[in-house]
């Protein structure tokens, strides 16, 4: 089968420093026997670009990049170009990401057209907050909505929630299957010689991975180090963002001496850190999955976060503690009491939660049976 997986997201995709829900999906598809076009926003940045292709082992994603322009206030791209992209590759299967966006009912319509089966990859489980925004989902409801119900071939959503968002919108044809976590990018890694590893043994280390953002709640994850009563647990920070100078600011000038900011990592660096860490937390308002859960998973790490629709489905009592407030005093309490508990038992029994069930390997399985019986066949 000829796949064709547009990711309409218009951010820059750093491949092989993230891990890429789109790449991790390919390779595995690519391992059934399947043919795999990755479909990009084309940068718009100078100095940015991607390759013509991703290797894997010896096959390859082939990398297709179309013009793209951003509608004003909205802040949505519309795609350029696509009905050539479709003459191109000549798919069997579209593939697309999110179900209520412009992007999305332009990808469909031309799929639909060419009379190729569509399913669409959902996560959003929140309607924007944002007037604007708020406004296109009425609009994408009454006037798009029952177009793509009747000419989308099915739905899979990431999380429970997500999925709980497509049943409220009438989209029976739908299930969940989660997000997978492409483990090569952690698998046979050396460190570069110029990168100097801070020293991490003999204490135990708590890690952040991610952008430094509003959303995220830094501030009280610093609160967290601030108050730890032990001074010889390490607080690591790992990433950078818009917050992630006055991150600095306040490490400073509180004198953390017991929090590391490590900026932006590759993913042997990121492993070496994850490898060495004793407990992963997370404090974010908003995860659609959230591949650092994922990620601490497969280094057997247990998570302390709040309640998301990731945490709400991949953490339970086997892999850490969920949080129903940002209450530092509750918090730290939970660290301490995983921390306390975690040992190589604990680390093997999270590791083996992970390889049941969230390798892409085991999801492609999934994904290509319910397109055998659900789409094919139709």
Request: include cysteine.
């Amino acid at each position: 089968m000829k796949i064709a997986i547009f990711r309409t997201d218009n951010s820059f995709l750093k491949v092989g420093q993230y891990n890429c829900q789109e790449i991790g999906l390919g390779k595995a598809l690519l391992d059934s026997g399947h043919q795999v076009f990755l479909v990009l926003l084309k940068p718009t940045q100078n100095g940015k670009f991607y390759p013509d292709c991703i290797k894997h082992e010896n096959k390859e994603i082939k990398i297709i990049q179309v013009e793209h322009t951003q509608i004003p206030i909205l802040d949505y791209p519309l795609l350029k170009g696509i009905r050539h992209v479709f003459e191109m590759i000549k798919p069997d299967l579209c593939h697309i990401n999110e179900e209520s966006c412009p992007a999305t009912i332009q990808v469909a319509y031309h799929a639909n057209v060419n009379k190729i089966p569509i399913v669409i990859y959902h996560g959003m489980y929140l309607t924007p907050n944002s007037r604007i925004r708020q406004l296109y989902e009425k609009v994408h409801h009454y006037c798009f909505r029952p177009w793509l119900r009747k000419n989308v071939k099915y739905l899979f959503a990431k999380t429970s929630r997500a999925h709980r968002y497509l049943l409220d919108r009438d989209y029976s044809n739908s299930s969940v299957l989660p997000v997978g976590l492409d483990i090569s990018c952690f698998e046979s890694r050396t460190l570069s010689d110029d990168f100097s590893e801070p020293n991490l043994v003999g204490r135990l280390n708590v890690i952040y991975v991610g952008v430094f953002e509003k959303r995220r709640n830094i501030n009280f994850l610093l609160e967290i180090a601030k108050c730890y009563p032990d001074r010889d647990v390490n607080f690591i920070f790992v990433g950078e963002g818009p917050e992630f100078e006055a991150t600095k600011l306040v490490v400073k000038e509180n004198g953390l001496e017991n929090v590391i900011l490590t900026g932006v990592l590759d993913q042997s660096q990121l492993s070496y850190f994850y490898k060495n860490a004793s407990l992963f937390f997370l404090a974010s308002d908003y995860e659609i999955f959230g591949m650092v859960y994922l990620e601490a998973m497969f280094f057997g790490l247990p998570v302390v976060t709040n309640l998301n629709a990731g945490s709400e489905d991949l953490i339970s009592s086997e892999n850490g503690r969920l949080m129903n407030s940002l209450d530092s005093k509750l918090w730290i309490e939970a660290i301490i009491e995983q921390l306390n508990s975690i040992d190589d038992e604990m680390r093997n029994k999270i590791k083996n939660k992970f390889k049941k069930r969230y390798t892409w390997d085991k999801i492609s399985i999934k994904y290509i049976s319910v397109i055998e019986s659900k789409v094919s066949n139709t």
